[in-house]
Structure formats: C-alpha cells, structure tokens
C-alpha cells in the first residue's frame, strides 16, 4: 500500500531530478496539512457560532419565561399571609416602618416591589412583545447589564432616566431599553417608522407605581448621541422645559424629525412619555417613539 501511494504521488513527476521530486512532495504535504487545519478550523468556528447562537436563543426563551412570570405577579398576593397583607407581615420581618413607604403604591404592584424596590413602574404596549416591568437607580448604566432579579444580563431591563421622578412627575418620562437580535426588550421600536404599524399600535400603557396611565404616540423618529458640546436637538436631554417657549420649540424639533404627521400634538402642562433604544444605521444612532398621556 505505501508503495502504491508513493507511486500515485510522484505520477506527473518523472521529468524531475530525485531531489526535486522531494522538494515537491515536501510542498505538496505541506499544502495538504494547511488544508486540513483550515478545514478544521472552519469547522471548529462554525461548531463555536452554532453553539452561541443555541446559548442565545435558549438564554431568550428563558428570560421571555421570567418575564411572563413577572407580568403573573401584578396584582398577585403571593406575599401575603395568614399574619396580615404584605406590607404588615414584612414590616414585622424586617423591623422597618413599610406601610409608609408603600401607602401610596398601586395594589398591583406591592408584590413586585417587596421583591425589588427599583421597580418603578410597568410599560406595555398591546399586540407587541413589549410587556416588562420598569426599574430605575441612581445612575442609567446597572439596568444596562442587570436583570429583575439583579442577576447580570446582558438583556438588561427597561429603565427609567435617572433624572425623572415618577413620584412629583416631570414633563417627560425617557424610558431606556436595549434593541436585541431576539426581538426582546426595545427592539420593536424601529417598526415605527412605519405609518401603518404605528396605526396598529397607537397606544402605549405605562404605569408607575403609584398611578396608572394610557398614552398616545405622536412621533417616531431617528436620532443619535451627540458630543456634550454640540448644539443639536438632543430629545434624551427633554425632562422639563423651563417655560412654554422651551416646551413648544421641543415639540417642534421632535414633529419635524417624525416620520409621518400622526395628528396628535401637546401642549405645556401634558404629561410625555418618551421610548428609546438604540439605532444601527449610524454610529452612536437612537430610535425614539414620544407619546402623550390621555388618561
């Protein structure tokens, strides 16, 4: 067999001298080798990408599950027991004065709060997979890499800037979420910049927790993240106007950057709500849906 080989391999190299005939063979191994890895090395990266791709999906699915558990728990009474509601029997846990601190918060809410208090809210908006609660800290990066449950994730969770109050109010709530390859989170956002899906779904339910509240988008459009020192309109950076004027010229900036004209316009003194994620057609890029509480 070795003699059958090494015939087959030297055929085509019988005008070479011996030792050229070796050089060759060498070459031709070498090659062969080279082949091999690179093969090989396909082969391990396409193993590596289908398994990040399984760990992704898998990982989704799981935090879509979460989430539904989480949504199960508005309104629930799991906390509660035989020695009197949630706020009472944890009190008496913890030694702390909770129906204080809980006297004003929705009923629906009080067993997602007792389970973290950064919750701050829950925004849904009907027919979409958009349907998470809303948490808020001191600062607007811990909800970037960290789920409900304060676990890190890469999902993240929709959080509210930390410069608004939900409790004495503010011009406008900006509310932040990631836009995901899975779908989750704020990626549906983008779809509307079409007319027609922003027709199917013109309303956006966000509740805090101490009120709940129905609002209609006005405008969809791109943005992105300006330097400190630009003087573009920078939608992320509208909490309050200082006056009406300020107001009315926000408004404006936003209407022309829109889409499409929805026909729904404010006025000083309503209430905002503004929705916002990430953008990949520019570096540094932002979608932003505004809407205006009705209810």
Not at 112 to 141: A, R, S
Not at 152 to 164: P, Q, V, Y
Not at 180 to 207: A, Q, V, W
Request: hydrophobic share 30%.
């Amino acid at each position: 067999m070795a003699k059958k080989e090494k015939e087959e391999n030297t055929e085509g190299l019988e005008g070479y001298s011996p030792e050229m005939k070796k050089k060759i063979l060498k070459e031709l191994k070498k090659r062969e080798r080279r082949r091999k890895l690179l093969i090989f090395s396909f082969a391990l990266m396409g193993a590596a990408f289908l398994g990040y791709f399984a760990y992704y999906y898998l990982s989704a699915g799981k935090k879509d599950k979460e989430s539904g558990t989480l949504s199960a728990l508005k309104g629930s009474d799991v906390l509660k027991t035989k020695q009197g509601g949630t706020a009472e029997y944890l009190a008496k846990l913890s030694g702390r004065d909770t129906e204080a601190e809980n006297r004003d918060i929705l009923d629906k809410y009080l067993t997602l709060y007792n389970k973290n208090k950064d919750i701050i809210g829950w925004i849904k908006i009907d027919g979409t997979i958009i349907d998470y609660p809303v948490m808020q800290t001191g600062d607007n990066e811990y909800y970037l890499d960290h789920d409900f449950d304060k676990k890190d994730d890469r999902a993240g969770c929709i959080f509210l800037d930390c410069r608004c109050d939900v409790k004495q109010g503010n011009d406008n709530f900006i509310l932040y979420g990631h836009h995901l390859t899975s779908g989750r989170m704020f990626s549906g956002l983008s779809e509307y910049e079409k007319e027609s899906y922003y027709k199917n779904h013109p309303y956006i339910c966000f509740d805090t927790i101490y009120k709940e509240g129905t609002y209609q988008v006005m405008y969809a459009f791109r943005s992105r993240v300006y330097d400190a020192t630009d003087v573009n309109f920078k939608y992320y950076d509208f909490i309050d106007a200082a006056s009406e004027e300020e107001f009315t010229s926000y408004m404006n900036e936003m209407k022309e950057a829109s889409y499409y004209d929805t026909g729904v316009t404010a006025s000083f003194g309503d209430e905002l709500l503004t929705l916002s994620t990430c953008d990949y057609k520019e570096e540094n890029g932002r979608f932003a849906v505004v809407a205006k509480r009705i209810r």
